[in-house]
Structure formats: structure tokens, C-alpha cells
């Protein structure tokens, strides 16, 4: 089955900085990958995906980058603010069901 | 979104008691979803529905189980064989499609007494 790796596990960068989350998968067939984010306590929202037929996408401060060839993705945040602060995680899609990777905790300092 | 309901927000189990979680959603979305989520972790799928009286188990059922009588409904009970089952619980859902993401209820803390 599909198996998916992130990291890092923890990022710290300053406020205005940029941020790189990295994302491996395993299986070839997987077509979709999105990316959430969690603030303390509360559910993941969607910020970004991706899908199989295109390399890049970006929304705002946001941007996805996908290697299907390497099998991995990234999510980038340019001026990073406190505000993004929070865990992101990705996931792709595997038989039936998404497969989430263990998670990146951003913090964001002023 | 406001679209999936889950509740309570927060419920207690005491020793060799069956709890259920409730998952509502009006989005008329296929498949549901439930994860399990400990504190600094990710998302450990627990069972997952992609049609209406039909559900199977994800990576940690053991000690769970579901119903799907409704489309709208996906219920989680967790039974006293689950012997750790303090945790934060998540209900998502989804169209059926495979290129499509799945959205998240606010999600129910579970404690022991």
C-alpha cells in the first residue's frame, strides 16, 4: 500500500522567511495530494492540492511543487507570518483511501 | 466546515464501557472517513466508507466499530476492547471521486475516567 514520509518533523523559521515541507510517496499510481493544516485543537484544513497532471500550483503565499518521477512533493510559504504557525500535513492518494504523512510543526517567530 | 457535525465534543469512558462518537454530514458526500489522532502525532486511519451499508477497517480497527445505514451518518463506537482509547477522533468525508479532498468535522476528545 501507499506509504508516505514527511519532513521535517519540526521547522522554526523567522517571520518574513520562507518555508519548505517535504513529502515522499511510494506508490506510482497515487494521482492526488493534498495539504492541510492544523492549528492546537482544532481540524485540518485544506490550504492546497495537487493533482497528478500538472507540476506546480501555487495560491497566494502558497505554492505546491510536484516530482512524479521522484515520487515527491513539497509545500512552499513565502513571507511566512505567526499566523501559519500550525502542524501541515500532506498526503497522497492510495487504493481507496488518502495516507497522511506524520506531520511538520511550523513555528513562525516575530 | 460546517458541513460535518461530530459530537460530543468531549466524552468520558469509564472501564468496560462502550462509547459512540457521532459523525453528521450534509454535503452529500459518498465516503466517510474516521481517524484517530494522539497527541503530536498524525492521522491513523480507523474505518472508512465509500457507500451506504458497506465500510471497511483501516490501519487500527481493532477495538472500534461503525455503522453506515445513512449516507448521511457514519457513527463510531468504541468498545472496551479498545484498552488505550483516550485520544482526539476525527470524522472526515468525501466525494466519491479520487481526486478530491476530504473535509474534516471539529473532531471529539475522548478521555478515560
Known amino acids: 500500500g501507499e506509504n508516505v514520509e514527511q519532513h521535517p518533523s519540526t521547522l522554526s523559521v523567522q517571520e518574513g522567511d520562507s518555508a519548505v515541507i517535504k513529502c515522499t510517496y511510494s506508490d506510482s499510481a497515487s494521482n492526488y495530494f493534498p495539504w492541510y493544516k492544523q492549528e492546537l485543537g482544532k481540524r485540518p484544513q485544506l490550504i492546497i492540492d495537487i493533482r497528478s497532471n500538472v507540476g506546480e500550483k501555487k495560491d497566494q503565499r502558497i505554492a505546491v511543487t510536484l516530482n512524479k518521477t521522484a515520487k515527491h512533493f513539497s509545500l512552499h510559504i513565502t513571507e511566512t507570518q505567526p499566523e501559519d504557525s500550525a502542524v501541515y500535513f500532506c498526503a497522497a492518494i492510495g487504493f481507496q483511501k488518502l495516507v497522511f504523512g506524520t506531520g511538520t510543526r511550523l513555528l513562525v517567530s516575530p | 466546515d460546517g458541513g460535518i457535525t461530530q459530537s460530543p465534543k468531549y466524552l468520558f469512558r469509564k472501564e468496560g464501557q462502550n462509547v459512540t462518537l457521532s459523525c453528521e454530514q450534509n454535503l452529500n458526500h459518498d465516503a466517510m472517513y474516521w481517524y484517530r489522532q494522539d497527541p503530536g502525532q498524525g492521522l491513523r486511519l480507523i474505518y472508512y466508507?465509500?457507500?451506504?451499508?458497506?465500510?471497511q477497517k483501516g490501519d487500527i480497527a481493532e477495538g472500534y466499530s461503525v455503522s453506515r445505514e445513512k449516507k448521511e451518518s457514519f457513527p463510531l463506537t468504541v468498545t472496551s476492547a479498545q484498552k488505550n482509547p483516550t485520544a482526539f477522533y476525527l470524522c472526515?468525508?468525501?466525494?466519491?471521486?479520487?481526486?478530491?479532498?476530504?473535509?474534516f468535522g471539529d473532531g471529539t476528545r475522548l478521555s478515560i475516567l
Open positions: 466508507s465509500q457507500i451506504v451499508n458497506d465500510f
Open positions: 472526515a468525508s468525501s466525494m466519491q471521486d479520487r481526486q478530491q479532498p476530504q473535509h
